[in-house]
């Protein structure tokens, strides 16, 4: 078996765990629940979950997709949480080793993951996503040395800055909240990651992508809630993978490259 192979395979299995530990924050962080105690149990039966059904994806599939006490359908969302946390981390282990950089693309990712979800779910972005998140984006930076740390501040404090600015000039424009808390908290959070450059190419591909995806909803009156940090994600996990690719061609394309 070659190295990166080793690697990913590697990646792919804490990833697997990871993404089961993603499921529980998905439910219980929005309802301010603790994340360690009790132990996941069925909502219905309320027979706790043993060892041997609680396995990342495959358990789902042998249980069928329910209950073992009750036969009550458990969500398809489980499994593919796990399955895309799993690929996340197997294919950052796959491209950078068992390294600092795979780290941190897969926490970014999957920080990114449990935002989008909770935000589509229940239109809330917990602290423990963006706080927690900026934390671990500012203690990554310190492997780059001094100016990386500088660069994550930057970037968090531009991120924090823009979504804040957009927030005072919604409510002043619209005598409405334009802009959650979250959404501010969420984009000091990935400026840690990508930088002020970053931030700004996230915030315009979020944009772009929700305004694709819910003018035409709002316009016959389907949706009325935005969850604006589902886009926002998006916009962060394209920026963090091409992101420096996209901002080299505009810079030449400016003339100041
Ligand atoms: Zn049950």
Known sequence: MGESTLAALVGALFGAVIGSFLNVCIVRLPADQSVVSPPSRCPRC??????????PVLSWVLLGGKCRGCREPISI???LVELATAVLWGVMAW??????????????????????????????IPNEFTYGGLAIG???????????VLAALVGA?????????????????FKEEAMGGGDIKMMAMVGSFVGWQGVLLTIFLGAVA???????LTLIGKKKLVPFGVFLAIGAAV??????????????????A
């Open 77 to 79: 969302l489980y499994p």
């Open 157 to 173: 404090a531009v991120g924090f800055g823009i979504l804040w600015l957009v927030g005072v000039a919604g409510r002043w424009a």
């Open 138 to 148: 500012l203690i990554l930076s310190a492997a780059g040395g001094l100016s990386a």
């Open 46 to 55: 309320g027979k706790p979950v043993e060892w041997r059904d609680n396995i």
């Open 95 to 124: 491209r950078y080793g068992l390294s600092p950089e795979a780290l941190k693309g897969a926490l970014f990712g999957t920080l990114l993951l449990g935002i989008a979800l909770t935000d589509a779910r229940e239109y809330i």
């Open 210 to 216: 929700g305004t694709a995806i819910f003018l035409p």
């Open 239 to 256: 920026t963090y993978v091409i992101g420096p690719a996209i901002i080299d061609w505009y810079r030449r394309y400016l003339g100041v």
